[in-house]
């Protein structure tokens, strides 16, 4: 279950680049190496750190991929 923060993380829209006028998350279910860019770049706009958004919601699928595998008893 999402924090309040990662639900905030994963909401932002992204204003710019490639994938402006989409959420992270839908940024990460569909080209998750241009959230891992973004955190490797330090990226601010408009006062929204764009990098630390992206590494919550990189972290969080992280966790979600090690809970699966640990459910399929795979880990």
Do not use: P
Request: charged share 25%; hydrophobic share 35%; glycine share 6%.
């Amino acid at each position: 279950m999402a924090t309040a923060a990662q639900a905030k993380a994963q909401n932002t829209i992204v204003t710019f680049g490639k994938h402006n006028g989409k959420t992270l998350e839908e940024v990460c279910q569909q080209d998750w190496r241009y959230l891992s860019w973004l955190v490797d770049q330090d990226v601010a706009r408009n006062g929204v750190d764009y990098w630390f958004l992206a590494q919550d919601v990189l972290e969080m699928h992280d966790e979600e991929d090690e809970q699966q595998s640990i459910n399929r008893g795979s880990y």
